[in-house]
């Protein structure tokens, strides 16, 4: 079963706008991190955030925020005012203690035109 | 900056041929892991290690894939015969010991295409 679901196969916007990209994700572990990554066109992946379990508070660090709703298993992330170098693809990754590996999504392809 | 160092960054090899890549992960890092991203997909792992030991390979095709990581630092993933439904992009990452809240920091990657 996918633990990590991503809807959102590719979002395109004009620079400027907000972008949310949605997560939902599967466990049945009360302990456990949420992660957002970046992946640019030269392929690494780029750490962005982190989330544990325990703390719902949403916060926003510079252009990017997220929304943790452990009652619906979402963890969205947006980026405000938009830049054409925000163009990348976006995977949502779930860490649990039985393994400590990331298990992502399918990820967010996200176009930011000028 | 500290980084995690893969190559080669790509490699076109025939079917039924042998294949290697090579990760060098970030110094004092622990764990190791390496992750196949088909196109379109998100990765997957194939294998993690705890130092020189192998911790979970259970999604490791073991009758043509193989990893090794002999001194706990850097590691090879062999591929031999190569099929074409391996192509795809194998990422490496570490982190400094398994741990639930740490982040992975990947290399970038090798992307293989079997023809």
């Known amino acids: 079963a996918q633990k990590v679901t991503q809807a959102q196969t590719e979002i395109s916007v004009v620079e400027k706008e907000d972008v949310t990209l949605d997560c939902v994700y599967e466990?049945?572990?009360?302990?456990?991190?949420l992660f957002w990554y970046k992946q640019p066109p030269s392929g690494e992946l780029v750490f962005l955030i982190r989330r544990n379990s325990f703390d719902e508070q949403n916060e926003i660090s510079g252009r990017y925020s997220w929304n943790f709703q452990k009652s619906t298993s979402s963890f969205n992330f947006t980026i405000t005012a938009s830049q054409v170098v925000d163009s990348a693809v976006y995977f949502c990754?779930?860490?649990?203690?039985?393994?400590?590996?990331?298990?992502f999504g399918a990820g967010t392809t996200v176009t930011v035109r000028a | 900056e500290a980084e995690v160092a893969q190559s080669p960054r790509y490699k076109i090899t025939e079917k039924s041929q042998a294949v290697a890549f090579w990760c060098d992960p970030i110094?004092?890092?622990?764990?190791l892991y390496w992750y196949r991203q088909i196109l379109g997909q998100g990765p997957e792992l194939l294998v993690q290690?705890?130092?020189?030991?192998?911790?979970?390979d259970s999604q490791l095709p073991k009758d043509r894939f193989s990893a090794e990581r002999l001194k706990g630092v850097d590691s090879t993933l062999k591929i031999q015969p190569a099929e074409l439904g391996d192509s795809a992009m194998y990422l490496c990452?570490?982190?400094?010991?398994?741990?639930?809240?740490?982040?992975?920091?990947f290399g970038q990657g090798t992307r293989l295409t079997v023809v």
């Open positions: 110094s004092g890092h622990a764990t």
């Open positions: 466990t049945r572990d009360t302990t456990y991190y």
């Open positions: 990452a570490s982190t400094i010991r398994g741990r639930l809240n740490t982040e992975a920091f």
């Open positions: 990754a779930l860490s649990e203690p039985n393994d400590y590996k990331l298990s």
């Open positions: 290690f705890q130092d020189e030991s192998v911790v979970d």
